[in-house]
């Protein structure tokens, strides 16, 4: 890879960094608003996120500080880091969204416990 193909892919994997940083704050927001045993679920979610992805970034420090040898090993390795980040951002965001599921259908039920008013 020559210097420029180098600075591209360096470009590439900040901005998707940048924008898995924008999706998990959207997830914290929404965790904010659940209700309180939701909270204490998603904070945990939202906290492995965290830790991805400031091992990804720190990953992609390392990289650009490398030199030609060393380069090829630490982007398999970040590469590596960001799918395990994107894996892991779009099953927070599937749970979040079957969660919202749940609750929007649980809201719409009847309070009484054989599903009827009387």
Do not use: C
């Not at 999706?23 to 906290?47: H, M, S």
């Not at 400031?54 to 990289?63: G, V």
């Not at 979040?96 to 009827?116: N, T, V, Y």
């Amino acid at each position: 890879m020559d210097e420029q193909q180098e600075r591209a892919y360096q470009e590439k994997i900040a901005a998707q960094l940048q924008g898995f940083a924008a999706k998990i704050d959207e997830l914290k927001a929404k965790a904010d608003q659940a209700k309180a045993e939701a909270k204490v679920k998603y904070a945990k979610q939202i906290e492995d996120l965290r830790v991805k992805q400031e091992s990804a970034r720190q990953k992609l420090q390392k990289l650009k500080e490398a030199g030609g040898g060393a380069w090829g090993d630490l982007k398999r390795g970040l590469d590596a880091a960001v799918e395990d980040l994107n894996a892991a951002l779009h099953d927070a965001l599937s749970r979040f969204k079957e969660k919202e599921k749940e609750e929007e259908f649980a809201s719409q039920q009847p309070d009484s416990p054989g599903g009827r008013e009387t």
